[in-house]
């Protein structure tokens, strides 16, 4: 029986995404510089590697436009205010969208690693609404 690892390999994205979401969620509430929030995150014992780094930097970018991606979601979800929707469905879908209208990566590979944040970090709810979200940006921004 040949040998096989059960525990499926994390692309250093996807750990970046889920560091910026980390970091994003942390602001939420402290208020501080992404640069010492890392700093935190290293304290608690996340390791300082190149997925931190690449979280810090697109959680940096993401709050450099904070205002512009939270009216561009404001403008296509159906029946809420952007400060209703959940803290981490709402910085889910400032990542995807700073993706997609940065042309980061191919938009289904933007909405496929949103999914997975949801899946993993938010409740049962959040997949589909975060999936029809980020499908309406990407068509509206012509990416799809």
């Given at each position: 029986?040949?040998?096989?690892?059960?525990t499926?390999v994390?692309?250093?994205?996807?750990?970046?995404?889920?560091?910026?979401?980390?970091?994003?969620?942390?602001?939420?509430?402290?208020h501080?510089?992404?640069?010492?929030?890392?700093d935190?995150?290293v304290?608690?014992?996340?390791?300082?590697?190149?997925a931190?780094?690449?979280?810090?930097?697109?959680?940096?970018?993401?709050?450099?436009?904070?205002?512009?991606?939270?009216?561009?979601?404001?403008?296509?979800?159906?029946?809420?205010?952007?400060?209703?929707?959940?803290?981490?469905?709402?910085?889910?879908?400032?990542?995807g969208?700073?993706?997609?209208?940065?042309?980061?990566?191919?938009?289904?590979v933007?909405?496929?690693?949103?999914?997975?944040?949801?899946?993993?970090?938010?409740?049962v709810?959040?997949?589909?609404?975060?999936?029809g979200?980020?499908?309406?940006?990407?068509?509206r921004?012509?990416?799809?």
């Amino acid at each position: 029986m040949p040998w096989s690892n059960s525990t499926p390999v994390i692309r250093r994205e996807s750990r970046a995404r889920a560091r910026a979401l980390q970091l994003l969620y942390m602001r939420e509430f402290q208020h501080e510089p992404i640069r010492e929030l890392t700093d935190r995150l290293v304290m608690m014992g996340v390791p300082r590697d190149e997925a931190l780094t690449a979280g810090s930097s697109l959680a940096a970018a993401v709050i450099d436009r904070l205002d512009e991606l939270d009216r561009e979601v404001g403008e296509v979800i159906e029946h809420w205010r952007p400060e209703r929707v959940g803290l981490i469905e709402r910085n889910i879908l400032r990542i995807g969208l700073h993706e997609l209208l940065t042309e980061h990566a191919p938009p289904r590979v933007v909405i496929d690693e949103a999914l997975r944040l949801a899946h993993r970090f938010a409740g049962v709810k959040a997949p589909p609404f975060v999936n029809g979200v980020l499908d309406r940006l990407a068509r509206r921004a012509g990416r799809l």
